[in-house]
T-cell receptor
Framework: DAMVIQNPRYQVTQFGKPVTLSCSQT?????MYWYQQKSSQAPKLLFH???????NEADTPDNFQSRRPNTSFCFLDIRSPGLGDAAMYLC?????????????????FGPGTRLTVL | AQKITQTQPGMFVQEKEAVTLDCTYDTSDPSYGLFWYKQPSSGEMIFLIYQGSYDQQNATEGRYSLNFQKARKSANLVISASQLGDSAMYFC???????????FGSGTKLNVKP
């Protein structure tokens, strides 16, 4: 089945130790998103890619970086994790709004990576 | 400005009864989509139902239906015959013509009581 995969599902890191979360998709969608979600809150968009075009949210800290080497893969790098970065990180994909299916197409989410910072 | 508003932080419903989760939205675009997602405690976001701004009829998917009132800018989710497995967070989201973003509400935590 086509899907969005996130690895690892659980990640424990130490305060200040860089960490990378990965996301892959078999849907061939050209838009990929990274969200941060803290307990009982709405997902907060960090950034998204439209193909190779990177779109950063204005309030995303510089500590968060992303790479998209090809259509299938996208990475979230946290350069110096703080205790406040402990959260669930959700990756999602969609077709872009010019694909002819706008606005009907939903986002497809991965299972998430739960990050713990010690 | 807040694009999606969910005013019910938590709801209780008795098993087998129907429940309505509220969602209001704000956009000036004529073309937009409204989505509901379910998020169980496991964390995965599950797509439930979609309503397009030009759709004449309310969307339905099994036990889920969307009460779409365009003039009031509301898109309430109705779950009929609640089941224990419906206990989860529910998020309303909107996609409009602003790039490729989805805007999420703050969510409603639904608890189904046996």
């Amino acid at each position: 089945d086509a899907m969005v995969i996130q690895n690892p599902r659980y990640q424990v890191t130490q305060f200040g130790k860089p960490v990378t979360l990965s996301c892959s998709q078999t849907l061939n969608h050209n838009v990929m998103y990274w969200y941060q979600q803290k307990s009982s809150q709405a997902p907060k968009l960090l950034f998204h890619y439209y193909d190779k075009d990177f779109n950063n949210e204005a309030d995303t800290p510089d500590n968060f970086q992303s790479r998209r080497p090809n259509t299938s893969f996208c990475f979230l790098d946290i350069r110096s994790p703080g205790l406040g970065d402990a959260a669930m990180y959700l990756c999602a994909t969609s077709r872009d709004r010019t694909s002819g299916v706008f606005p009907t197409d939903t986002q497809y989410f991965g299972p998430g990576t739960r990050l713990t910072v010690l | 400005a807040q694009k999606i508003t969910q005013t019910q932080p938590g709801m209780f419903v008795q098993e087998k009864e129907a429940v309505t989760l509220d969602c209001t939205y704000d956009t000036s675009d004529p073309s937009y989509g409204l989505f509901w997602y379910k998020q169980p405690s496991s964390g995965e976001m599950i797509f439930l139902i979609y309503q397009g701004s030009y759709d004449q009829q309310n969307a339905t998917e099994g036990r889920y239906s969307l009460n779409f009132q365009k003039a009031r800018k509301s898109a309430n989710l109705v779950i009929s015959a609640s089941q224990l497995g419906d206990s989860a967070m529910y998020f309303c989201a909107m996609r409009d013509n602003n790039f490729n973003k989805f805007y999420f509400g703050s969510g409603t935590k639904l608890n189904v009581k046996p």
